[in-house]
């Protein structure tokens, strides 16, 4: 469980090789380096449109880079096999995606079923699943219309779980949610992640969720990686823009409490 | 003088006429389907070829329906059977809004939905059919029920090359200046306008997601 610390020799799970990404003549991400080892949770922390989601979707393979090269696993995802790839990894998309024609079932069952599990498999790991994202047993036969906005991000992040993959891309899998929903969400991931050491990359731009959450935080500005941290390093980090975070979140505290008292 | 009265005299005709019709609009409908669903898929995916096809479909049915058939005339092994020459004038005219709503229904897929299937891995196949074919459904049947009833009134000019169908009543109540008889022709038409719209509406809205 604490296998963490040997990490450092082994092949990183996600390597990201001198990544650059350009589009319509918008240059998003450029120069990237990182790794993320087999275990952690990285968050990726950046303000909008610093290129988090662009980061993710090179991993999948939704986007190839124009430069530099990305490997799962030690191997290059321009080498993989794209189909296999993308179903050995959970993405849990920015805006849910849940399929409005299929139940709830159908749709954290998706994966199993195309990759050919027995149907009565597929029933019992969905039960499963539900359990596991803290949903009744009785939502299973619901449609994507008929839940609230923090159910189907659970089921979303369930969806993601299903094959049981090793790798889990989450882009912003909490936001749009009031904050005590926030929370207890937050309190089950870090559960869930006790139980499975799934490698995350975690995309937010609350920095209260990135320290929560993360073993490391890489801060992003403008298509480039600042620096990454371990939540503690960051709080005492002198680099400007972490500061800046950290200011930032601790005004909103303070000037409440100012409110408070006059 | 009673429209109704003649049509009940000769019931034996109108129900032959109105059968025939129906094979003329269920097949040319049919035809179009297979050729303008796929068609629609195509352009979808490749948005390059949207315009040229879609133009093409757009400029078939700005042809004048009665010369379209006079055009179709002279082809070799389709003259000789005007009933074949008809459903394939019917068929070019209703490729239009079965292509063009095949291409919308698909685009307006929620690009959220399509990018969470091709990201869990879905073949560009299974993403077709089990996502956006099935979201697209009730748009493409909407295009079809426009079809439909579209080919039901352009039926009736088939008579005028002898392929039968209710626009025999019509075209003989002309000649004869004989109201009665062009209504025996226009009424059941109608009808089966009628019918066809209601049914595919049913239809589409059964097939409707939320
Ligand atoms: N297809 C595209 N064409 C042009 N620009 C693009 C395209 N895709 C992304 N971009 C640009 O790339 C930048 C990074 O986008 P990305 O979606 O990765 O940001 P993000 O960090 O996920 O933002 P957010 O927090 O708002 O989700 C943005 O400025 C965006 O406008
Ligand atoms: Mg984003």
Known sequence: MLGGMQATTAIPEIEFQDVSYRVAG??????????????????????????????????????????????????????????????????????????????????????????????????????????????????????????????????????????????????????????????????????????????????????????????????????????????????????????????????????AANRGTS | MNVFRYIWQNQGQVLELTLEHLRLVGFSTLFAMLAGIPLGIVIARRPRWNKPVLASANIIQTIPSLALFGFLLPVPWLGERSERLAILALTLYALLPIIRNTYTGIRGVDPAVVEAGRGMGLTESQLLFQVELPLAVSVILSGVRVAVVISVGLATIAAAIGAGGLGEFIFRGLAMVDNRVILAGAIPAAVLALTADFGVGWLERRMQTR
């Open chain 1, 26 to 255: 918008t240059q998003v991400l450029s120069g990237f380096n990182l790794q993320v080892q087999s275990g952690e949770t990285l968050v990726l922390l950046g303000r909008s449109g610093s290129g988090k989601t662009t980061l993710l979707k090179l991993v999948n393979r939704l986007l190839t880079p124009s430069s530099g090269d990305i490997r799962v696993k030690g191997l290059s995802n321009a080498k993989a096999d794209v189909i296999g790839l993308r179903r050995s990894i959970g993405y849990v998309i920015q805006d849910v995606g849940l399929f409005p024609h299929f139940t709830v079932e159908r749709n954290i069952g998706l994966v199993p079923r195309i990759g050919g599990w027995p149907e009565d498999r597929i029933r019992a790991r969905v039960q499963e699943l539900l359990q596991l994202v803290g949903l009744a047993a009785d939502l299973a036969s619901r449609y994507p219309h008929q839940l609230s906005g923090g159910q189907r991000q659970r089921v979303g992040v369930a969806r993601a779980l299903a094959a049981d993959p090793e790798i889990l891309l989450m882009d912003e899998p909490f936001g749009a949610l009031d904050p005590l929903t926030r929370d207890e969400l937050q309190r089950e991931f870090l559960a869930l992640q006790q139980r499975l050491h799934k490698t995350v990359v975690f995309v937010t731009h609350d920095l209260r969720e990135a320290l929560r959450l993360g073993t490391r935080i890489a801060l992003m500005e403008a298509g480039r990686l600042v620096t990454v941290l371990t939540p503690r390093e960051f709080l005492q980090s002198s680099d400007p823009l972490a500061s800046a975070y950290v200011r930032a979140f601790g005004e909103g505290l303070e000037s």
